[in-house]
T-cell receptor, first 118, second 111 residues
Framework: ETGVTQTPRHLVMGMTNKKSLKCEQH?????MYWYKQSAKKPLELMFVYNFKEQTENNSVPSRFSPECPNSSHLFLHLHTLQPEDSALYLC?????????????????FGEGSWLTVV | ELKVEQNPLFLSMQEGKNYTIYCNYS?????LYWYRQDPGKSLESLFVLLSNGAVKQEGRLMASLDTKARLSTLHITAAVHDLSATYFCAVAEESNYQLIWGAGTKLIIKP
């Protein structure tokens, strides 16, 4: 079993749909992340949770709503998305997100959820 | 604002050759990460560089960090086809340790 698992791997949704992406980490980490990866753009950090508390929200539109019920699970709730939101959404985890990350704790990524908005 | 620039963005090379990927960044930091991504796959951690002059090697890949020049290099020695992938560097901001990512270097190694 991989350390960070994401479901679904592929999702096609209409602009009026509501769906959720799920992430689970089995590494005992305390920090979890959502990243967006679009073609020809650098990886964009969306949200950071450290010990279940949201510590970063990088000006993400409200149509993306994260939820972190515990340190092992992270959700990204999607509603009224736009076609330009089509991308690979990557979940990641690390031991912690603050100074620990600065001391070199590695971020481990899941395989991603490919989202297509039609 | 920290900016991270990788070059080249695309590199096609023959097996057996050596080459270097460069990662420049715009503000002070001494925490830099290199990752690899295969097509349709997740990102895999390669190296974490934590101080000026840090050098790490794994197989045919060697990474180094010069914090004074704000430059990291990923050197490929005697490339083999299996190293074909996209390579990303990421630099930790000093204020909040958030990682800022380069655009990635797509490396194709031809047999």
């Amino acid at each position: 079993e991989t350390g960070v698992t994401q479901t679904p791997r592929h999702l096609v949704m209409g602009m009026t749909n509501k769906k959720s992406l799920k992430c689970e980490q089995h590494l005992g980490h305390n920090a979890m992340y959502w990243y967006k990866q679009s073609a020809k753009k650098p990886l964009e950090l969306m949200f950071v949770y450290n010990f279940k508390e949201q510590t970063e929200n990088n000006s993400v539109p409200s149509r993306f709503s994260p939820e972190c019920p515990n340190s092992s699970h992270l959700f990204l709730h999607l509603h009224t998305l736009q076609p330009e939101d089509s991308a690979l959404y990557l979940c990641a985890s690390s031991q912690d997100s603050g100074q620990g990350l600065g001391t070199g704790n590695t971020i481990y990524f899941g395989e991603g959820s490919w989202l297509t908005v039609v | 604002e920290l900016k991270v620039e990788q070059n080249p963005l695309f590199l096609s090379m023959q097996e057996g050759k050596n080459y270097t990927i460069y990662c420049n960044y715009s503000t002070t930091s001494d925490r830099l990460y290199w990752y690899r991504q295969d097509p349709g796959k997740s990102l895999e951690s390669l190296f974490v560089l934590l101080s000026n002059g840090a050098v790490k090697q794994e197989g045919r890949l060697m990474a180094s960090l010069d914090t004074k020049a704000r430059l990291s290099t990923l050197h490929i020695t005697a490339a083999v086809h299996d190293l074909s992938a996209t390579y990303f560097c990421a630099v930790a901001e000093e204020s909040n340790y958030q990682l800022i990512w380069g655009a990635g270097t797509k490396l194709i190694i031809k047999p």
